[in-house]
């Protein structure tokens, strides 16, 4: 194997040991549109740290993580769970909101216009710049 494939692989099994604590945090629900009940993943938020880190990380349904990871297979109707999601108070779920509005608010003036109406703490604002 090579050196790169095994650096993932340790990583992917961090990240993945974060499960237990993301599944508190968000009452094992997505922390983007709140759907319970389903299978969650573990999305890590760019820029990602050399090393994983439990706060760049958030759980996703399917549906949000195969969204975020395709943006032109975008439903901007199921983002519309953003309206709470932008106010959360975790730094990774917040810069995750923002980004989606961003991309929404090109052909979605409800996105455009919750953007104007958002408090970005500063230490969301540098995240969002890096």
């Known amino acids: 194997m090579s050196k790169g494939y095994q650096q993932h692989k340790e990583r992917l099994q961090i990240v993945a040991s974060f499960g237990r604590d993301l599944a508190r945090r968000s009452g094992s629900k997505c922390e983007l549109c709140g759907a319970a009940g389903v299978k969650l ?14 706060d760049h990380c958030l759980f996703a349904c399917e549906t949000c993580f195969n969204q975020i990871e395709n943006p032109k297979r975008m439903d901007a109707n199921h983002w519309r ?4 999601t932008a106010w959360s108070d975790v730094p990774a779920v917040q810069v995750t909101a ?11 003036p409800w996105a455009s216009d919750l953007l104007e109406q958002l408090y970005l703490p500063p230490a969301v604002e540098e995240w969002l710049a890096a």
């Not at 993943?41 to 439990?54: G, K, Q, R, S």
């Open 41 to 54: 993943l573990t999305y890590e938020v760019a820029p990602v740290p050399d090393e994983p880190e439990f």
């Open 81 to 84: 769970c953003l309206y709470e």
């Open 98 to 108: 923002v980004r989606l509005l961003r991309q929404l608010a090109e052909q979605e």
